[in-house]
C-alpha cells in the first residue's frame, strides 16, 4: 500500500497541493497533519509508521513535510526501513524501494553524518582557542564574588529570606542558596 504524509506548519495553510500531488503519485491513504515541523510528537506520523507493512511505501511532496532536518529524515527513513517498507520524495525525485533511491539517500546520510563531524570538530577547537585565551567555556556566574558576600550578609545578618534576596538580585531562590 502507498501511504501518503502530507503536513503544513499552521491552521491558516492549506493542505489542497500536497492532497492533489500525493493522490496523483498514486497514494491510497493520506496521513494528514497541520501541525509545525519542529514538533517531535506529531500523532498522524505516528499512526501512518504503526500503519506500515513489508513493501509498504511512505510517499511525500517533499521531504521537508516528514522531517525537521536532515538527520531527522534519516532517523524517520530508518524506521520505514525497520519496518522492511519503502520512503519516496516526489520533489527530491528519492525512491529507496530502488537501488539507484537507496544509493542516493545512502549519500545524504554520509553527508549529514560528514557534517554532524565537523560541527563536533569546530566546536573543539574553539573551545581550544578560549583556553588558550584563558576563556573557560559555559555560563557566567549570576553573581560576582561581592554579590555572594552581598547575599551572605544579607541571609545571616539582617535575617532576609532567600525570596526577597533573589528579587532583589534579579536571581532565582535556587542561586541564592547555592551563593
Excluded at 495553510?13 to 493520506?30: H, P, V
Amino acid at each position: 500500500m502507498i501511504f501518503g504524509y502530507a503536513r503544513v506548519s499552521t491552521d491558516d495553510q492549506t493542505l489542497d497541493a500536497q492532497l492533489d500531488a500525493l493522490k496523483a503519485a498514486g497514494a491510497e491513504k493520506i496521513f494528514m497533519e497541520k501541525k509545525s515541523g519542529k514538533t517531535k510528537q506529531r500523532a498522524e506520523l505516528e499512526k501512518l509508521l504503526d500503519h506500515l507493512r513489508a513493501d509498504d511505501v511512505v510517499m511525500v511532496t517533499k521531504y521537508d513535510r516528514l522531517a525537521r532536518s536532515l538527520r531527522d529524515l534519516i532517523e524517520i527513513v530508518e524506521m520505514i526501513r525497520e519496518k522492511k517498507a519503502g520512503f519516496r520524495s516526489l520533489g527530491e525525485d528519492i525512491d529507496t524501494t530502488t537501488p539507484a533511491g537507496r544509493l542516493i539517500f545512502h549519500v545524504f546520510g554520509s553527508i549529514a553524518e560528514f557534517e554532524r563531524e565537523r560541527i563536533v570538530e569546530r566546536t573543539k577547537e574553539g573551545l581550544a582557542a578560549a583556553r588558550k585565551r584563558g576563556r573557560i567555556g559555559g555560563r557566567r556566574p549570576a553573581l560576582n564574588p561581592e554579590q555572594k558576600e552581598a547575599v551572605r550578609r544579607m541571609r545571616d545578618e539582617e535575617r532576609r529570606s532567600l525570596g526577597e534576596i533573589a528579587r532583589l538580585f534579579g536571581v532565582s531562590k535556587q542561586t541564592i542558596s547555592r551563593a
